[in-house]
């Protein structure tokens, strides 16, 4: 039933996201635009000083990351407030007398918002990195292949990166899928805390969403104190990039644990639809 | 299999020390067509959001077919609520796609031929469907399951004679014989030709659960007219 559950939030959300995707393509071309205006310029920063980049061109270029950022930051924002206002309308709103009427547990309902919901952050992560790289790449000195030869800058930034990028003693693919485990499992904490909120706000009969962000701040507050009494003199005691990192996403694993535990509670005992 | 499909024993509720349901007891048997039937606020929605498990009682427990209200209940229970329950953005087609999914009784050709009747779209969105189309198309939904239990929430509520028409005849034409419906109304003279029995509740209390026609003989007159006498204001 959970897959089944998946398969529909998925096609649900998908129409909504592909509008967001078109964004972020926007986004993309953009900043390949900006990648090649960059390294047609030589890659060299310092060419603005030199005179090589006029007023003209450097406007465009100026409006052109702006442009860039702010559609970034709008899907990010919009992706966000959508996956949280899908669980609100689709779990604790009128389409909640649907599913709910569902033969499926309370808990393989969050999770079947809660997947989706860190899939399509996560590529919105992704297609954001990607953007970012095309123009960073454009940025990188010393190397002299055009932007047309860009697996030639990708193999570069990589075979540096070993050097200027990592901790020492820490190896670059490692690293990188801790990295993923860690956003994982960083967004099902911070998507969960959200959906935790909501499950207890919307039990109650008045004030469900001033209810809710007093909820937030109060489960806040009781992460917050997990953290200081427990994590925080732990990696104090540590010093090592890697052990941290683990330790951190240990902490949001058990935040999330609880946030979970806590909306599947409410969702199951104190559900009250209205 | 237990004797009664649904058993409510003292089930209490109350929102912010306000007692929407009193202590209210009543069971059903298999195969019977039951009205729950009372004014504008005597509890009816509350009592079946909890069969369905969509509230929690402070009292009281329910059981539908010998099993606490949970998932596996649900497969057994179709309820229509009384209000839209489906997101307008869906198609009709994605619709019935959800019901074959997650109910095995659901009869997907009986209700694509019972929306085909209705002269609607099968890929049309449901936001662009009339409001009276959509909830012909949510009840169909909902009858078209072989479910052991039906729950209908004032389904005849807000619509004109015609669409009653329908929405009675859907009813009695779809539901399982060996099924019980129950229907919540205060239009007590559209359905009281098809009930069996009749539970008159008030103010969260239950005051009779009756069968229709020993309701009929004993009183000598019709159960919408007992119903006006009784909840005169």
Redesign the interface.
């Known amino acids: 039933?959970l897959g089944?559950l998946i398969?529909?939030e998925f096609?649900?959300t998908k129409?909504t996201l592909l509008l967001f995707a078109a964004l972020l393509g926007v986004a993309a071309v953009i900043a390949l635009m900006l990648g090649v205006n960059i390294a047609a310029k030589g890659g060299d920063v310092a060419a603005e000083d030199s005179g090589v980049i006029s007023g003209a061109s450097a406007m465009i270029m100026t409006l052109a990351v702006l442009a860039f950022a702010f559609l970034n930051a709008f899907t990010f924002t919009a992706v966000f407030i959508g996956a949280i206002n899908r669980f609100r309308t689709?779990l604790l709103g009128?389409?909640?007398?649907?599913m709910?009427?569902?033969?499926?547990?309370p808990a393989h309902h969050i999770a079947a918002k809660l997947i989706p919901a860190i899939v399509w952050t996560l590529l919105g992560i992704i297609a954001a990195l990607v953007s970012y790289a095309v123009i960073i790449l454009g940025l990188i000195p010393g190397i002299n292949a055009p932007i047309s030869e860009l697996w030639d800058r990708v193999i570069y930034l990589f075979q540096n990166a070993g050097e200027e990028l990592v901790f020492p003693g820490v190896q670059i693919a490692l690293a990188a899928v801790e990295l993923f485990i860690s956003a994982v499992i960083g967004l099902a904490n911070i998507y969960l805390h959200i959906y935790a909120s909501m499950a207890v706000g919307y039990s109650l009969?008045?004030h469900r969403a001033a209810a809710s962000i007093g909820v937030f701040i109060l489960l806040s507050i009781a992460s917050g104190m997990l953290d200081s009494v427990i994590f925080v003199p732990l990696s104090d005691a540590l010093n090592s990039a890697s052990v941290l990192l683990n330790l951190e996403t240990l902490y949001s694993a058990v935040c999330a644990a609880g946030f979970y535990i806590i909306a599947a509670w409410f969702l199951d005992?104190?559900?009250?639809?209205q | 299999m237990s004797e009664y499909i649904l058993d409510c024993g003292g089930i209490t509720k109350r929102f912010d020390g306000v007692t929407a349901l009193n202590n209210v007891s009543f069971r059903l048997r298999r195969g019977k067509i039951v009205g729950l039937l009372g004014p504008n606020g005597s509890g009816k929605t509350t009592l079946i959001k909890i069969i369905n498990k969509l509230l929690v009682p402070d009292e009281g427990a329910v059981y539908i077919d010998g099993i606490e209200p949970g998932a596996e209940t649900k497969s057994l229970i179709s309820y229509l609520p009384d209000r839209e329950f489906v997101n307008g953005r869906m198609s009709v087609t994605e619709l019935i796609g959800l019901f074959s999914d997650f109910y095995a009784d659901f009869r997907a050709d009986t209700a694509r031929a019972m929306v085909g009747n209705l002269g609607i779209d099968l890929k049309a969105k449901l936001k662009t469907l009339s409001k009276g189309n959509r909830e012909k198309v949510q009840l169909i939904m909902i009858m078209s399951r072989r479910a052991k239990l039906y729950l209908l929430d004032e389904p005849i509520g807000g619509v004109d004679p015609a669409a009653r028409d329908y929405i009675i005849n859907s009813i009695i034409t779809n539901y399982s014989p060996d099924a019980t419906v129950l229907i919540s109304t205060h239009l007590i003279a559209d359905v009281e030709k098809i009930l069996d029995e009749v539970i008159f509740i008030r103010e969260g209390s239950v005051l009779l659960h009756e069968n229709a026609d020993s309701l009929r003989e004993r009183e000598g007159k019709s159960v919408d007219a007992v119903f006006r006498e009784v909840f005169r204001c």
Do not use: D, F, I
């Open positions: 039933m089944k398969k529909h096609k649900s129409s689709n009128n389409e909640g007398y649907l709910h009427a569902l033969p499926v547990t009969k008045n005992k104190r559900l009250n639809l």
